[in-house]
């Protein structure tokens, strides 16, 4: 299996797909190249791209070493970038989407962003997120409490319970356990992101290539909003809303319009 090896020395893995300018994808919490969108995106995306995609630390086939940061992560993505060949275009997903914004504010080698849905909450339209939010999960972790530590994520993000409880009975779990320890890690890429204020016009100042913001016509409007919001502050970004689409983005529409942006001149 190919990997790269990160600044830390982390072993990290990923597959190259197809032919073309090379696309990086950046997955979101929880998910990793055997468990998640990349699949689906990579079958969509290869005709047109060398499509990387990357197990993030701590996930899947790639190791991880303490102690945590988000410029680890962002060096991770340097790896891979570099085994690309030096330059590539990102597509990050839900908070992978946040680290691949943080990502091209600090490497000159991305060289075009796509995301879609950066979970920002900029406004009354959603709850903010708790203050503790990252202490808890520590403690949660800290503790072992795997089962619980994705229960308390689920609830975040909205997913019903009902919903929880039947994916507790599945095989699902078990996959969703495995990665439970990096749930900490995106609540540390999302930073306070989540807390209804505006977002912050110096995060990505530097940020000088195109980025492509993207959002679905179906998802709730705190998302939609954050992705308006997201296209305003950064210095090159454009906004575009995917009708009848969730969250749960399908890669075949998805997949077009992250094409046709990435392939303009």
Not at 5 to 14: H, N
Not at 56 to 61: K, M
Not at 126 to 138: G, N, V
Not at 159 to 172: C, E, Q, R, S
Request: proline share 7%; charged share 25%.
């Amino acid at each position: 299996m190919p990997h790269t090896t990160s600044a830390d020395g982390t072993r990290i893995a990923y597959t190259a797909t197809g032919s073309g300018p090379a696309l990086v994808l950046v997955d979101g919490a929880l998910c990793h190249r055997a468990f998640g969108p990349s699949a689906d995106l990579v079958k969509a995306l290869a005709p047109d791209f060398t499509v990387y995609a990357y197990d993030r630390r701590g996930r899947g086939e790639s190791g991880d070493t303490e102690p945590y940061s988000v410029d680890k992560e962002i060096d991770d993505l340097a790896a891979v970038i570099e085994a690309a060949g030096g330059e590539a275009a990102l597509l990050g997903l839900s908070s992978g989407g946040v680290l691949a914004l943080d990502a091209a504010h600090r490497l000159d080698s991305v060289t075009r962003v796509a995301v879609y849905e950066c979970p920002f909450i900029v406004d009354g339209t959603h709850q903010p997120r708790p203050a503790t939010l990252i202490d808890d999960m520590d403690s949660l972790i800290a503790q072992d409490k795997r089962g619980e530590a994705v229960t308390s994520f689920m609830r975040m993000v909205g997913t019903p319970g009902f919903a929880i409880a039947i994916m507790k009975l599945t095989p699902v779990w078990k996959k969703l356990k495995a990665v439970a320890p990096t749930i900490r890690y995106d609540y540390r890429v999302l930073g306070d992101t989540g807390r209804g204020a505006p977002l912050p016009a110096d995060r990505w100042a530097d940020v000088k290539s195109p980025v492509l913001a993207m959002d679905g016509g179906k998802s709730p409007d705190y998302l939609r909003n954050a992705m308006r919001m997201l296209a305003d502050v950064l210095p090159n970004a454009e906004h575009r809303s995917l009708p009848g689409q969730t969250h749960m983005v399908k890669a075949a529409v998805l997949a077009p319009v992250v094409g046709q942006f990435l392939q303009r001149d």
